[in-house]
């Protein structure tokens, strides 16, 4: 499991926290991500069928039912990740919750996104009430938390909807508090297994009080 130089940056840029530690994803915890895709995807006569958990391989041409490649796919994330201020909006009671638990906890967001769409998404983040060091990264989420934690022991909570990330959390900080939040719960049978001790949350009026519980807060 290797760790992304660019997120270890922008790490040592955050001033060092003492207080308990809630590392956050972006999309589909704090913004609705599949539902705009989805839109995004109608308006341009393209269709994602979700009977997978997964979008390479599940767009097709509405028209003709013809599948998309793997690189006009990754071409539609990317293009939907610059356009993300003109269709992504945050999921109910996310930007309160979180208000609220940043009175005691150190909040950092951390979004598997190319780097380069980072200044799109802060400026975003900002507009939407999310005012949170954003960090952008490429690999995987465990050794990012491990880092963020510093030497200082303190509790750390992780929440993400997608279920890799939580193993990465939960194989690199075995005292990490998981939560799994989703902005389209229904979607959670297609998920693969999350792992062991994760706190599952299906919006954020739950969620908030259950990470203070974590947290001790
Ligand atoms: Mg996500």
Same mark, same amino acid.
């Given at each position: ?13 955050? &001033? ?5 530690? *809630? ?6 915890? *704090? ?25 390479? $391989?599940?767009? /097709?041409?509405?028209? /003709? ?21 003109? #269709? ?22 951390? %979004?598997?996104?190319?780097?380069? =769409? ?17 960090? %952008? ?12 934690? $510093? ?10 909807? %997608? ?40 919006? #954020? =009026?739950?969620? $908030?009080?259950?990470?203070? &519980?974590? *947290?001790?807060?």
């Amino acid at each position: 499991m290797s760790d992304d130089p660019e997120t270890a940056r922008q790490i040592a840029e955050l &001033a060092p926290g003492t207080r308990p530690l *809630l590392v956050l994803d972006v999309d589909d915890v *704090l913004m609705e991500f599949i539902a705009p895709f989805m839109r995004f995807l109608d308006a341009q006569g393209l269709h994602l069928s979700l009977e997978t958990f997964r979008l390479h $391989g599940n767009i /097709t041409r509405r028209e /003709t039912g013809e599948a998309l490649d793997y690189e006009a796919v990754s071409t539609l994330i990317d293009d939907f990740f610059a356009a993300q201020d003109r #269709w992504q909006s945050p999921l109910a009671r996310a930007v309160e919750a979180v208000a609220e638990l940043s009175d005691q906890a150190d909040i950092v967001l951390l %979004t598997a996104m190319p780097h380069r =769409h980072r200044a799109v998404r802060r400026i975003h983040l900002d507009s939407l009430g999310f005012p949170y060091p954003l960090l %952008t990264t490429e690999a995987a989420k465990g050794p990012a938390l491990r880092r963020l934690l $510093g030497a200082t022991p303190r509790p750390i909570a992780f929440v993400d909807d %997608t279920p890799h990330n939580l193993v990465s959390a939960r194989q690199t900080l075995a005292d990490v508090h998981l939560f799994h939040l989703m902005g389209m719960p229904a979607l959670r049978p297609l998920l693969s297994p999350l792992p062991e001790r994760v706190e599952i949350v299906d919006e #954020w =009026h739950e969620a $908030g009080p259950r990470i203070a &519980a974590a *947290l001790g807060i």
